[in-house]
């Protein structure tokens, strides 16, 4: 295949470039080569060419809201400005029927909403049974509207609870109504790190056998990483060469998202934010590399819109959805504060970018295309 990239006279550029550009996969070391040694220009225009291979010109978005049953939460992540403890000041844990009201009042403001995207902490006393009655009002007060919801994390805490065996405690879920889950609580896979910032979190392979269990039954799920703390790009590669691995086995991951580490009201505070070069890098790699899972996601709300667009042009397929006003996890790390993105803004954005705003259901079924 003919290259339109620079250095031609370095073989090793020349034969990963070939790799990408064929549809083949790279390994972590020569993903590390790309790093260290390839300019963003030439970088991005790999990233581009995997997804214009993959996705085409299509920008995929989805008309969603965030539901956050509460923030107190067992664990202790360093890196978390969200978390509280029971009864502390600036906690919260909804009730089923107020959870019930946000939604209501959500579809209200955005006709034609798809989604209930349901995350939150990792409560110390709800179970299992409190969770499926939640999935159960929403499925039938909602039945049209596709629930998304749990992360490993909240799962695992479920089932431990209520004595039940993982498989049969999903399986419980998704009968009341559960169709995909989120990716969350992954984090960085590498277990030193892991130790150090999230140090009562499940294991990697504990995460990695909740979503497995998940695609056994029948439910897809997203895929998550957070970057830009004390991980280096070979953390994230291995973290992604794990995630690659279950694809393999199972295909039914529908989208990674990149989750930058956020510095504010935290005890990582410290460390600061990386670069927006960092960020433009770690997507483009990840583009690359991922072969196997067909959608890039940057999270809008904790990115920014304008960084967001950017990215449309570095590998990047999907822009999360409408959201509304109702996710914290990020605004009270320092995240963009902006109440909602309409769909008509969100479609204009990606128009002004050269790409086909793509409508979508949350497992990318088309729903409207604006050409």
Known sequence: MSLLFFYMNNYSLQNISEKVLGKKRITVEEGLWLYDNLDIASLGKLAHSVNMGINGAKVYFNRNIH????????????????????????????SIDEMLAMAQNAIEQEPGLTEFHIVGGVHPDRGLEFYIDLISALHKAHPKIHIKAFTAEEIVQMYKLDAVPLEKGIKALRNAGLMSMPGGGAEIFDPGIRRKICPDKISADEWLNVHETAHKLGIPTNATMLYGHYDTMKHRLAHLERLRELQDRTGMFNAFIPLKFKAANNKMSHLGEVSIIEDLKTFMLTRIFLDNIPHLKAYWPMLGIDQTLLLLHFGVDDIDGTIADTTKIYSMAGGKKQPAMSSHELINFIKQNQRTPVERDSIYNTVKIYS
């Open 67 to 94: 539901i956050e049953p509460t923030n107190i939460c067992v664990n202790h992540c360093l890196f978390c400005s969200y978390r509280r403890r029971k009864g502390a000041e600036g906690s919260w844990e909804y």
